[in-house]
């Protein structure tokens, strides 16, 4: 079924994009493939579920963690500095080995509150006594939900969060769904006052080709909201090497397409196509 896929993958594309916005997508790539330098470390078992943080991530007051999984190796992190983690996932009764300082809720952080098992991120700030807060951080690993959520959060709410770390799951619908163009549209302006410190492709997840580029379908990205980041831009860098790890150890090993790629991407005559370097 994949193979199928991925072969029909760029004629459904040469119908969809004349009318949808190919400068969209390729902003979103730009935006997830363009990296700041600063100082960062490996927060996790080296594993799935682990993710670059700023050195200097001990300053947050509190983590709200989005996708338990049965794994929490991150927030167990932030545990052994006594800084708490609210976790919420509908899909688990309650957290294996739960450390004093951590907090779990069995609902899905959602973009409304109109169930009993959901929550916006706004009420569950004022739930847990945060929306004053502007230095906690965020993340979010939950399986494709989260451009409605992110599309519809105020920016007023998401810049309480100083560091944001999402995975952005089934990608390829944006190259084919107006509804998730949409939400990126929203995203990316929300995303006005944070830079993009650390982004990889998640190995899970496979990748699918078009136009001779290879897109991953999961993308995890580490946000730092500009204050923070112009505060410690300075900082000297350690001597230290990024250790790209494979989310699945077993699978092969994907990237996020280059830069010069994705500047070749444009839409000629309401067609796309790509730059030929002569």
């Known amino acids: 079924i994949q193979t199928f896929f991925n072969l029909l993958f760029p004629y459904f594309h040469l119908v969809v994009f004349k009318t949808n916005d190919i400068n969209l997508v390729r902003k979103f790539y730009l935006f997830l493939s363009s990296q700041k330098i600063i100082n960062l470390v490996l927060v996790g078992s080296g594993s799935d579920g682990s993710y670059y943080l700023p050195s200097f991530y001990t300053k947050v007051e509190a ?8 794994k929490k190796d991150f ?37 409304n509150s109109n169930l009993a098992n959901e929550v916006n991120l706004s009420n569950f700030l004022k739930r847990i006594d945060k929306l004053d807060s502007t230095s906690l951080l965020l993340k979010i690993d939950i399986e494709g939900n989260e451009f409605k959520i ?14 944001i770390v999402i995975e952005f799951h089934n990608l390829e619908e944006l ?4 509804a998730r163009q949409s939400e990126v549209k929203e995203i990316l302006q929300l995303f006005e006052n944070y830079v993009n410190i650390f982004s990889k492709a998640n190995n899970c997840g496979g990748q ?3 136009l001779g580029i290879n897109f991953p379908r999961i993308v995890e990205v580490s946000l730092l909201r500009n204050d923070w980041f112009n505060k410690n831009k300075f900082e000297k ?34 067609k796309l196509s790509r730059k030929v370097k002569k």
């Open 150 to 163: 992110l599309s519809t959060v105020s920016k007023e709410i998401l810049e309480k969060f100083a560091i």
């Open 75 to 111: 927030e167990d992190k932030f545990s052994e500095l006594n800084i708490p983690s609210f976790i919420l996932d509908p899909d688990y009764e309650e957290l294996t080995n739960q450390k004093e300082n951590q907090f779990f809720y069995p609902v899905a952080l959602s973009s």
């Open 237 to 270: 860098l350690n001597n230290y090497e990024i250790v790209p790890f494979k989310n699945c150890p077993n699978g092969k090993q994907i990237y996020l397409p280059k830069f010069d790629e994705l500047e070749g991407m444009y839409l000629p005559n309401g």
């Open 208 to 210: 699918f080709s078009y």
């Open 63 to 70: 983590v709200i963690s989005a996708g338990y999984g049965g």
């Open 175 to 178: 190259f084919v769904s107006r």
